[in-house]
T-cell receptor, first 115, second 111 residues
Framework: DAGVTQSPTHLIKTRGQQVTLRCSPKSGHDTVSWYQQALGQGPQFIFQYYEEEERQRGNFPDRFSGHQFPNYSSELNVNALLLGDSALYLC??????????????FGEGSRLTVL | GQNIDQPTEMTATEGAIVQINCTYQTSGFNGLFWYQQHAGEAPTFLSYNVLDGLEEKGRFSSFLSRSKGYSYLLLKELQMKDSASYLCAVRDGGGSYIPTFGRGTSLIVHP
């Protein structure tokens, strides 16, 4: 049973560029959340996708956008990259019927460095 | 908004017991989670508390007091592999089901 997979694992971009990160949820999961984790900090919620719609959004600018596909996989796009966007981007999946217990299954993350 | 506070770093000796505290202030409450994150790896779920009291799971236990806005994670019989960051995460009562994470406590276990 495959867990949450993310790609790429590491990438380097320059300021002003755009980046797309990808996530495949754990088998059977239909809800995907994205988090940004700066060094030494806890994960910060970006947004959550369910049924191909953005269900909730955290306090992130419109430069951060996403998408969910019919197979429940998801993408995170960041435009006009800033140095401060350098972080580990984590994808977490869950099953909508398990929202109550709320256990999130995280991927290994995509480490983005903006130069 | 939410405010979650936990110590930045703790050290302990192999075989000992350590307690990692988490205090929170939220508008409403709908559950508290503990996750473990080894360096360079994904966070993994440890425990979930929604009612007051102690939840025990092997060497790990988690306690919650809703009236005090307080939780702790208790790790017994510490092993070197327990060296990791421990993240406290809280859901508020707004029905969002999205947990807010604290900064994490880096635990270093010495031989």
């Amino acid at each position: 049973d495959a867990g949450v997979t993310q790609s790429p694992t590491h990438l380097i971009k320059t300021r002003g560029q755009q980046v797309t990160l990808r996530c495949s949820p754990k088998s059977g999961h239909d809800t995907v959340s994205w988090y940004q984790q700066a060094l030494g900090q806890g994960p910060q919620f970006i947004f959550q996708y369910y049924e191909e719609e953005e269900r909730q959004r955290g306090n992130f600018p419109d430069r951060f956008s996403g998408h969910q596909f019919p197979n429940y996989s998801s993408e995170l796009n960041v435009n006009a990259l800033l140095l401060g966007d350098s972080a580990l981007y984590l994808c977490a999946s869950t099953l909508s019927s398990a929202f109550d217990t709320g256990e999130l299954f995280f991927g290994e993350g995509s480490r983005l460095t903006v130069l | 908004g939410q405010n979650i506070d936990q110590p930045t770093e703790m050290t302990a000796t192999e075989g000992a017991i350590v307690q990692i505290n988490c205090t929170y202030q939220t508008s409403g409450f709908n559950g508290l989670f503990w996750y473990q994150q080894h360096a360079g790896e994904a966070p993994t779920f440890l425990s979930y508390n929604v009612l007051d009291g102690l939840e025990e799971k092997g060497r790990f236990s988690s306690f919650l007091s809703r009236s005090k806005g307080y939780s702790y994670l208790l790790l017994k019989e510490l092993q070197m592999k327990d060296s990791a960051s421990y993240l406290c995460a809280v859901r508020d009562g707004g029905g969002s089901y999205i947990p807010t994470f604290g900064r994490g406590t880096s635990l270093i276990v010495h031989p």
